[in-house]
Structures are given as structure tokens and as C-alpha cells.
């Protein structure tokens, strides 16, 4: 066999054994998502009717950002249990054994929380607002906002598997570019400060970066579909990208989170990987790009080595 083909066979084999290492946590991972899509979205039409949905600006600016906030808080309050209860069920989903910040240096942690959160109110409560009332304004979003057109379970379904490809294509050129040594210096570096990384860092970025590396590459999509895009989609999107990214920064790898169903689908050791060793994985929700242009090669031979010795992914 050619060594191409070779390492394309071994591709496949280690996306066989991610999938079926998840057993019947399949189970689950679909039932969450069949709930989500096709009877939670009726009940949440309900709500969308009560909002002030004429309204663009509200709409894109204000409700985004309180979705965004509310399902941030939501998600870290969930991992902050499990950092400090360490319930031996969620542990046995930890992706390394290695102790959290806050163990090995409380006093120095203390500061680092106090910045994080700082960086965290800047990003989600000025940064975010601010930008989505330029999409809102200046760039004239031209997102359908009307009742008539909501979009159903199955259309929802199609819409956000798409922003997730759009957004993963981006955030990959786009954190490739910020791990070029100019970009990584000014920028990027603030977010690799996290070595274990937790749920909060997932939006502990430079403004800059939160622009154009989490923001742009999550707005492209629905841009990409101007009026065919509708602002319910857009609101559940937002809902979905904030769960993912604090789940892919959590430390933990649990088989049924509904966001690692896609094929070649990344998660957090993927990312946990990125954190710890900072070499290549650059992919947010997927892992093709990063098999396609070689960057998870360091990655794949830590994990060919280290899976027979560690029931933990990273160590
Ligand atoms: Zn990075
Ligand atoms: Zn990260």
C-alpha cells in the first residue's frame, strides 16, 4: 500500500474507533439532538412571537447578546460544578489528569480570574453588542425577522450544519493566521495563556481576535444567506456556537455531547491538545482541514502513543 493511501486508511480508522468509542452514548447525543430540532423549535417559535422582532437592531444587537450571555453563564455554571464537586461520573470524561489551574497556584489563579473576567465583559457585553450593531446598521442585515418563514425543525437543521461548516472553514485559516508569529504576539497569545484550558477561556480573547477569529467566521454564514436566513436561525445558532466552544474548552470529553456527532468531528481533547502542546489543531468543529493540510500530525502520533498507556486523552 502507498504510504498515501496509507495514512488515508488510518484516517478513516481512528474516525471508526472516535465514533465507536462512543457506544451507546450515541443513543443520547441523537435523542438531544431530535428533541432540539423537532419539538423544542415549535415551543420556541412561541417565544420568538413575543419579541420585538421588527425591530433589526434590538434583534441582532440586543437579543443576540443576551442569548450569547445567557447560554455562556448557563454552560460555565454546569462545568464550575464539576470543577469543584468533581462527581466521579463526570471525571471518568476528564481529558487529562493533570490538576486545574486554580490547584497548583490559588493565589496566582485569583488574578488570572479577575483578568479573565474582565476580558470576558469587554468581549461579550461591549465588543459583541458593538459589532452586531455595525452588521445591524452600517452593514444593513438583511435577515428575514417576519413570522411568516420561521423555519421549521428539518430547514433549522440544514441552516446550522451549514454555519458550522462555513464557521469552521474560517475559524481554521483564521486561527492558522493568528498562530503566525506577528498575529501570535499581539494577539493570539492571550488566549494560549490557558494551558488547561476551562470552559471560561473559551472567549478569553484579544478583542481582536474575538473579532475576526470567533465573531466573523460564526456571522459568515447567515451573511452568506442574507434574506434566506432568518433571525430565529441565527438566534439558535448563537445558542449552539456558545455551548460548543465552552464544551470544546470544558476539559471535559463527554461521548454524548450532541456537537461531536458530525463526522471527523473535533471536541474537546482535540482542542484541549491545542492548549496544552500548541501545536497545530486548528479546526473548531471539525478535523478535515487539519488532516487535510497536515496540522493534527503532531496530535495523531501523541494519541497513537499515549492511548494504550492512559485511559486520559491528553496527560
Ligand atoms: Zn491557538
Ligand atoms: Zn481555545
Known sequence: MSKKLQSLFSVFQSEASRLSSKGMS???ALVTLYTFFFILTPLLHEIYEQLPYQNMVLM??????LISATCFIAANLFFFVLYIKKIPYFENYRISDAPWPWETDPEGYKLKLRGTLRTLLLNHLIIL?????IGATVLKNEMNLMLEGLPSG?????????????????????????HTPWMYKRFHKQHH???ISIGLA???????????GNLLPSALGPMMLGPNCHMFAWFVWVGIRTFETVDGHSGYDFPWSPFRLLPFSAGAAYHGYHHSHNIGNYGSFLTYLDTLFGTN??????????????????R
Not at 453588542?129 to 450593531?133: H, L
Not at 450544519?161 to 464557521?167: D, K, N
Not at 473559551?202 to 475576526?212: D, N, Q, R
Not at 500530525?297 to 491528553?314: E, H
Open 26 to 28: 450515541m443513543l443520547p
Open 60 to 65: 441582532y444587537a440586543g437579543v443576540s447578546t
Open 129 to 133: 453588542p458593538g459589532i452586531s450593531y
Open 154 to 178: 428539518k430547514d433549522l437543521l440544514y441552516n446550522i450544519l451549514f454555519f458550522m461548516i462555513v464557521e469552521d472553514f474560517m475559524f481554521y485559516w483564521g486561527h492558522r493566521l493568528f
Open 193 to 195: 495563556e490557558y494551558k
Open 202 to 212: 473559551s472567549s478569553y480573547a484579544h478583542p481582536v481576535e474575538f473579532i475576526l
Open 297 to 314: 500530525r503532531s496530535y495523531c502520533i501523541y494519541r497513537a502513543k499515549n492511548d494504550s498507556l492512559s485511559n486520559k486523552l491528553l
